[in-house]
């Protein structure tokens, strides 16, 4: 190879990379003027725009302000209307045996002799139910009702043609319930072999009177 071939092949590299960084330039150029061509933003509707996302900010914050606000009062009343359940419990069973107590007297040894005893017991018993009635603790009315499997716990079962199927017939041992919750489950016997029981009619089913 001549140094002119040489000559002539670098000069034709260096034409090139004239070239490419020419064309590079003139797209660089092209971009900038293609960005001052787009029109700034409306102040106003950056504004506005601006004041929109806040605003949505705003109400779900509040929104979730007024959620904790209703689950710390719903769990402050829980926690008032459940905080004696343990202690409840206990005091019902002291209750059983105050009952059980009367109920191993025979009724041949009630005697006038200790007629004040059983009376005393008597009003104990009534004493503490009356307290824990104050404190939300309510008898569930068990006899004559129907099975109900979420406060009733069935002990057996009493052959009854005539009482309609899945009725309380006896309570062996009183249930309660605590506010809205169940605090014992009352022991119950309830019947069998009878109709069944009637469904309950809507109200808006209720027969009318002619």
Not at 16 to 34: C, G, N, P, R, S
Not at 84 to 110: C, Q, Y
Not at 150 to 178: D, L
Not at 184 to 194: H, I, L, N, Q, Y
């Amino acid at each position: 190879m001549t140094d002119e071939t040489k000559k002539n092949g670098t000069d034709e590299q260096i034409k090139e990379t004239v070239l490419d960084l020419e064309a590079e330039m003139d797209a660089a150029a092209a971009e900038d003027i293609a960005e001052e061509a787009q029109p700034e933003p409306d102040p106003l509707e950056v504004l506005k725009a601006e004041n929109e996302k806040q605003r949505d900010q705003l109400l779900r914050l509040a929104a979730e302000m007024e959620n904790l606000r209703r689950r710390t009062a719903r769990d402050v009343k829980d926690a008032k209307a459940y905080a004696v359940t343990a202690f409840a419990r206990d005091m019902l069973g002291v209750s059983d045996n105050l009952r059980r107590a009367l109920d191993a007297i025979p009724e041949d040894k009630r005697t006038e002799e200790i007629k004040g005893f059983i009376e005393g017991v008597e009003m104990t018993e009534r004493s503490m139910l009356s307290g824990l009635e104050r404190h939300g603790v309510k008898k569930i009315e068990a006899e004559g009702a129907r099975f109900d499997p979420n406060i009733h716990q069935a002990m057996f079962e009493v052959p009854n043609p005539e009482i309609p199927t899945n009725t309380v017939v006896q309570v062996v041992q009183a249930g309660y319930m605590i506010g809205e919750r169940v605090l014992r489950p009352a022991m119950v016997g309830v019947s069998k072999g009878g109709p069944k029981p009637e469904a309950a009619q809507p109200a808006d089913e209720a027969p009318k009177d002619e």
